[in-house]
């Protein structure tokens, strides 16, 4: 699949986010930009973007992600699935995955079961909901803890 345009420089503003490092890995370069874009404003950085699984392999040998927003199907191959399974092998310190795909029925269920998925097209609320749990996760369980509702942290 020939590109229209050059993938974003995404890696120009290093700034660390709240939401920590993020990888798109997406061969469409518009909405590759808006991944970037959205993921920016929802305060992830620094945010690298790679349209290939190879790029993105070597991206995270560079520096591993806290959020991987991963197209299934990269041109004419479904790659995405396997770079998925290898975000899955990390175990514990595997980042959050999120698929972004035109056809979420195509995924099969152990591979939807490693993160979250969203249909194409998706927009920054999509991604908010589908980063919810990240981002809320610690608060959620100090604000329980503080008022009582639970007894640990854990």
């Known amino acids: 699949m020939p590109r229209s345009a050059p993938l974003p420089e995404a890696e120009a503003d290093q700034s660390p986010g709240p939401l920590g490092a993020a990888l798109v890995v997406e061969d469409d370069p518009l909405v590759a930009m808006h991944a970037v874009e959205s993921l920016r404003t929802l305060g992830a950085g620094p945010i690298a973007c790679c ?3 190879e790029e993105a392999r070597e991206a995270m040998e560079q520096r591993l992600p806290a959020i991987v927003v991963l197209d299934v199907r990269l041109g004419e191959r479904r790659d995405g699935w396997v770079f998925a399974e290898l975000i899955g092998a990390l175990g514990p310190a595997q980042p959050r995955l999120i698929f972004a795909t035109g056809a979420p029925e195509s995924i099969p269920a152990e591979v939807a079961a490693l993160g979250t998925v969203v249909s194409k097209p998706y927009g920054r609320e999509d991604l908010a909901r589908a980063l919810e749990p990240h981002r809320s ?14 007894g640990r942290l854990s």
């Open 51 to 53: 349209a290939t699984v």
């Open 137 to 150: 996760g610690l608060l959620t369980r100090l604000k329980g803890a503080i008022s009582g509702e639970q």
